[in-house]
């Protein structure tokens, strides 16, 4: 039968494996909104030359104001994902304290097994050694 702690260990790691899976997905979110808000941020800094050195074509003040909103409505999702990532990270740090404890258990188990065999080869070198002395004292006359 397979040790109830390494199973657990196993599907521990398999579960760390998943989250950083699910983290590395938010992380894409969180580039792709990054390089979409420089991107909105780079064709706004391009329109303003345009009206600077084109003054009189096209409402400046409209495209303003939709900048604004598209930036904020950027902005806001990054931030929502920045508290899912965080959020992820926590549960991930919780799953390796976990699978930490795991090892820790599993190596005191290891340890006392290890104790436990060298007492017991200890004690039977011990017998060993008390019946070769009796033998020997019995052998020799006093």
């Known amino acids: 039968m397979a040790d109830p702690l390494k199973t657990l260990n196993r599907i521990q790691k398999f579960h760390i494996d998943e989250q950083r899976k699910i983290l590395n997905e938010l992380f894409k979110q969180q580039d792709i909104l990054q390089e979409q808000l420089e991107q909105l941020n780079e064709a706004f800094e391009r329109e303003k030359e345009f009206a600077r050195t084109n003054s009189g074509v096209g409402d400046f003040g409209a495209y303003v104001k939709r900048y604004m909103q598209q930036r904020e409505n950027l902005e806001m ?7 899912k990532i965080e959020h992820e990270r926590d549960i991930m740090a919780d799953m ?20 436990e065999a060298d007492d017991k080869e200890q004690k ?7 019946n070769s002395f009796l033998k020997n004292t019995k052998k020799t006359p006093s």
């Open 124 to 130: 039977m070198l011990d017998e060993i050694g008390t």
């Open 96 to 115: 390796f304290k976990e699978q930490k404890t795991f090892e820790i258990v599993d190596e005191r188990r290891a340890q006392r097994r290890q104790k």
């Open 77 to 83: 999702q990054i931030s929502v994902l920045q508290a």
